[in-house]
């Protein structure tokens, strides 16, 4: 449970794997000097990372444990796992999510959040964006606005049908409507390779589907 908490509260960092490696060897009986050693860090390195993960989970690491002198941002993190992805899923940047937690401690709640980040619209809008988001997955909303789940326009060619770029400036048409059904598939708990290979599939069927009867043929060159 501890290494868990570390995880979401490390976050984004492209360290994660290698902190919690050290935590987790500092707590089998390791010594920072063999941790440093094996990770190839300072000493002092090793202790100032340890510090901080005895800090996210409010000791029981370096120290003794007592939660009421814990920072609550930990617990936070902890009971909004879904926070990192949101944020990456909708290209937040990788800070948003430490802003988000640092303004959900200060003011206690998520509603409490919600109800500061509308009196102050001209600030954080990344982190504003992200509460909105976070506030309407636990209200299980869609975090897209209905204008933006509709569908959206497709340029018309510009160019005659026997233009050899027509193709390539089809694909530039389509590709803003096909990123929002991949972002909505994803949102609606798909993975990405099953969603593309869904679309490849489903493309497939139709292209199939199209051809005159007698150009379809077999593997074996039978129709």
């Known amino acids: 449970m501890m290494l868990e ?5 490390w976050g984004f960092s492209p360290t994660v794997d290698r902190n919690i490696a050290l935590v987790e060897g500092f707590l089998k009986g390791k010594r920072f000097a063999d941790l440093a050693q ?3 860090l300072s000493t002092a390195r090793v202790r100032q990372i340890i510090e ?7 000791g029981g690491i370096l120290t003794k444990a007592e939660p009421s002198k814990a920072s609550p941002r930990s617990d936070f993190m902890a009971a909004y796992p879904y926070v990192w992805n949101l944020a990456q899923l909708q290209g937040l940047g990788s800070a948003t999510p430490r ?7 200060r003011a206690g709640s998520l509603e409490r959040l919600v109800e500061k980040m509308k009196r102050l619209p001209s600030r954080g809008r990344t982190t504003r964006e992200l509460v909105r988001l976070v506030w309407q997955k636990e209200r299980g909303e869609s975090p897209w606005p209905a204008m933006k789940r509709s569908s959206i326009a ?14 390539l400036q089809c694909q530039l048409a389509l590709e803003p409507a096909l990123q929002q059904l991949v972002q909505r598939a994803l ?3 798909w993975s990405e390779d099953e969603t593309v290979y869904a679309l490849l599939e489903l493309a497939g069927a139709r292209l199939k589907g ?3 009867r007698a150009a379809v043929v077999d593997g074996d060159g039978t129709s």
């Open 52 to 58: 901080k993960a005895d800090w996210f989970v409010g």
């Open 99 to 105: 802003h988000f937690f640092r303004e959900l401690e």
């Open 210 to 212: 199209q051809l005159p």
């Open 154 to 167: 497709i340029a018309q060619p510009s160019c005659p049908v026997d233009r050899p770029d027509r193709a």
């Open 38 to 40: 094996e990770h190839g």
């Open 187 to 189: 949102e609606s708990g």
């Open 5 to 9: 908490k570390l995880r979401t509260c």
